[in-house]
């Protein structure tokens, strides 16, 4: 397919990323099984859940999915949801300025 520079104004386009071109493949290393006690106790803890994590020094930090949960740990997986998978994208030009 030709570059967005050669597209037409009202025409649509789709195209797709492979996962590596995207949000880059799903990185095992990326997957930590933490002690619950580690975790802060005001956290609700829910599997399946997107859970945000702060960094240890205050500064805005990440969130996991928490995939597992145990008495004692908990499964995350830090990878961006849509890591490993391709993307589709759907593109109308409305306008060229």
Same mark, same amino acid.
């Given at each position: 397919?030709?570059?967005? $520079?050669?597209? =037409?104004?009202?025409?649509?386009?789709?195209?797709?990323?492979?996962?590596?071109?995207?949000?880059?493949? *799903?990185?095992?290393? #990326?997957?930590?099984?933490?002690?619950?006690?580690? #975790?802060?106790?005001?956290?609700? +803890?829910?599997?399946?859940?997107?859970?945000?994590? !702060? =960094?240890?020094? !205050?500064?805005? &930090?990440?969130? !996991?999915?928490?995939?597992? +949960? /145990?008495?004692? /740990?908990? #499964?995350?997986? $830090?990878? *961006?949801? #849509?890591? &490993?998978?391709?993307?589709?994208?759907?593109?109308?030009?409305? !306008?060229?300025?």
């Amino acid at each position: 397919m030709p570059g967005p $520079f050669s597209w =037409a104004p009202f025409l649509g386009y789709i195209f797709q990323l492979d996962s590596n071109e995207a949000l880059g493949d *799903h990185n095992p290393q #990326l997957i930590e099984r933490i002690a619950r006690s580690a #975790l802060p106790p005001e956290v609700e +803890l829910k599997e399946n859940s997107l859970i945000e994590c !702060g =960094a240890p020094d !205050g500064r805005p &930090g990440f969130a !996991g999915f928490l995939r597992e +949960l /145990t008495e004692t /740990t908990a #499964l995350f997986d $830090f990878n *961006h949801p #849509l890591a &490993g998978k391709p993307i589709t994208f759907e593109v109308e030009i409305i !306008g060229i300025m």
